[in-house]
């Protein structure tokens, strides 16, 4: 199953993750976006708490698709219980742990923790912009390294949302191909 998870403010109408869930809806993807509670006022602990309920109700390994704080959601989950049920995770954008913005207080600073990504590393992401408000590019780079996941830059995407132009965005989907979570149909 494929979970995709919002940061602040969620994913509105005319975001990338809006466009992944049709597309992927259209092709008979099994996919889940669940509502994160108190978007504009996120508390940690409960949107954790609401991602493993989803890994938890799963019949098959999570792929998670995350965009902005719903990185660190996924990271706090990792750390927590560690990466039981979940096969891969797409970082896009998370912001700075660094990151001066009392509503996400809770989130920060992401546990970062290796070992407990350690067994999905190989087939996790992170995709970040050089010119994102929220994060720099090094950071990026070194929060991939500390994750252990690769790291995908892009140039001038500002921070992968509606804002910086990103509606239906194709790299999503490509990735979710690269790491096998989409079923392949015979006759392709």
Do not use: K
């Amino acid at each position: 199953m494929i979970v995709l998870v919002s940061g602040f403010d969620g994913s509105g109408p005319g975001h990338w993750q809006r466009w992944l869930e049709e597309d992927l809806r259209r092709s008979a993807v099994e996919v889940s976006f669940p509502a994160l509670p108190d978007p504009t006022a996120p508390r940690c602990d409960v949107w954790v708490d609401r991602l493993a309920a989803e890994v938890e109700r799963s019949m098959r390994p999570v792929t998670f698709v995350c965009h902005s704080l719903g990185c660190w959601a996924v990271d706090h989950l990792i750390s927590r219980r560690g990466s039981a049920g979940i096969a891969a995770a797409l970082l896009v954008a998370p912001p700075s742990p660094y990151l001066l913005f009392e509503a996400v207080e809770s989130f920060l600073p992401p546990p970062l923790d290796q070992a407990a990504w350690a067994p999905i590393a190989s087939r996790s992401t992170m995709i970040g912009s050089d010119d994102d408000d929220f994060t720099t590019i090094e950071e990026f780079r070194d929060l991939a390294a500390q994750l252990g996941v690769s790291f995908e830059p892009l140039l001038g995407a500002g921070h992968i949302n509606t804002s910086s132009g990103f509606g239906p965005w194709p790299r999503a989907r490509a990735w979710l191909d690269e790491v096998g979570a989409l079923p392949h149909r015979s006759g392709r």
